[in-house]
């Protein structure tokens, strides 16, 4: 069963830029899509940005043109560059499989505070 443990929230500023980090244990990261979710105070959690194995990328509506998924096989990584963050961006982010049902088992999340 794949783990996720992510990194890299933060305490920012309004139009800050964060990188978020998601490590994937398994060997068989590779063969998966993966996505980044979020889930905000009192709301469903929900999908942001998913890369696919052969690098296909899909985004939200609110946060296309401001952040960009990225993956490094090598590393069973996948990141998050989060750029001109908004209030509303305020969440804890999640890493999952992307582009299909998301497994079971979630990691602990990152919490990310965009406020001044």
């Known amino acids: 069963q794949v783990q996720f443990v992510e990194s890299g929230g933060g305490l920012v500023q309004p139009g800050g830029s964060l990188r978020l980090s998601c490590a994937a244990s398994?060997?068989?990261?590779?063969?998966?899509?993966m996505g980044w979710y979020r889930q905000a105070p009192g709301k469903q959690r929900e999908l942001v940005a998913s890369?696919?194995?052969?690098?296909?990328?899909n985004y939200a509506d609110s946060v296309k043109g401001r952040f960009t998924i990225s993956r490094d096989n090598a590393k069973n990584t996948v990141y998050l560059q989060m750029n001109s963050l908004k209030p509303e961006d305020t969440a804890v982010y999640y890493c999952?499989?992307?582009?299909?049902?998301?497994?079971?088992?979630w990691g602990q999340g990152t919490q990310v505070t965009v406020n001044s």
């Open positions: 999952n499989r992307g582009f299909a049902r998301p497994f079971g088992n």
């Open positions: 398994g060997s068989i990261f590779s063969q998966y899509a």
């Open positions: 890369i696919g194995t052969s690098g296909i990328r």
